[in-house]
T-cell receptor
Framework: NAGVTQTPKFRVLKTGQSMTLLCAQD?????MYWYRQDPGMGLRLIHY???????AKGEVPDGYNVSRLKKQNFLLGLESAAPSQTSVYFC??????????????FGQGTRLTVV | AQKITQTQPGMFVQEKEAVTLDCTYD???????LFWYKQPSSGEMIFLIY??????QNATEGRYSLNFQKARKSANLVISASQLGDSAMYFC????????????????FGAGTQVVVTP
């Protein structure tokens, strides 16, 4: 089982460059999330999606855009990278339904450095 | 506003002892779910335990139990009989909202508590 796959695993960008992080899940989950993790800050929600074609802002959406054109994929874009976006990025997905007991499954993370 | 608060940045605990990790949350919804995750130094996120807002019993999963005090809006994780392999960062998280609210599906995390288990 692949679960949640993030690509790439590592990336170094120059300030002002753009890039897209891809998250793919094979569990037919409705919910998908993008987080960033910085030391001492925990996981902060960037954007999330509750279904194909939907996106919503999280706690720290500025400087990022997302798209969910296909149910299994959730893309995170950085249009003009800044050093403040140096972080570890995690994607997660979970199923939905009447029960709230829907744990999120996480990808392995992407370590992004902006120089 | 911070939705999930974990006030203990770090804790030391001796092997075989129990440890309680604090978590308080803020929501006006009646329907929500609370989760605990473990992140070892290798970086992966491991789901530990879940508590629903309507669950009358405290959740338990092996050595993990959740002390859920709804009126206080707290969901503390108790790890019994600590093992060296329990050394990790622990995160509390909440998913709130019914499908009729703007925030449904949103899953937010606290800042985490670093636990170090000593021999």
């Amino acid at each position: 089982n692949a679960g949640v796959t993030q690509t790439p695993k590592f990336r170094v960008l120059k300030t002002g460059q753009s890039m897209t992080l891809l998250c793919a899940q094979d569990m037919n989950h409705e919910y998908m999330y993008w987080y960033r993790q910085d030391p001492g800050m925990g996981l902060r929600l960037i954007h999330y999606s509750v279904g194909e074609g939907t996106t919503a802002k999280g706690e720290v959406p500025d400087g990022y855009n997302v798209s969910r054109l296909k149910k299994q994929n959730f893309l995170l874009g950085l249009e003009s990278a800044a050093p403040s976006q140096t972080s570890v990025y995690f994607c997660a997905s979970s199923r939905t339904g009447g029960s709230m007991n829907t744990e999120a499954f996480f990808g392995q993370g992407t370590r992004l450095t902006v120089v | 506003a911070q939705k999930i608060t974990q006030t203990q940045p770090g804790m030391f605990v001796q092997e075989k002892e129990a440890v309680t990790l604090d978590c308080t949350y803020d929501t006006s919804d009646q329907s929500y779910g609370l989760f605990w995750y473990k992140q070892p130094s290798s970086g992966e996120m491991i789901f530990l335990i879940y508590q629903g807002s309507y669950d009358e019993q405290n959740a338990t999963e092996g050595r993990y139990s959740l002390n859920f005090q709804k009126a206080r809006k707290s969901a503390n994780l108790v790890i019994s009989a600590s093992q060296l392999g329990d050394s990790a960062m622990y995160f509390c998280a909440m998913r709130e909202g019914r499908e009729t609210t703007d925030s449904w599906g949103k899953l937010q995390f606290g800042a985490g508590t670093q636990v170090v288990v000593t021999p």
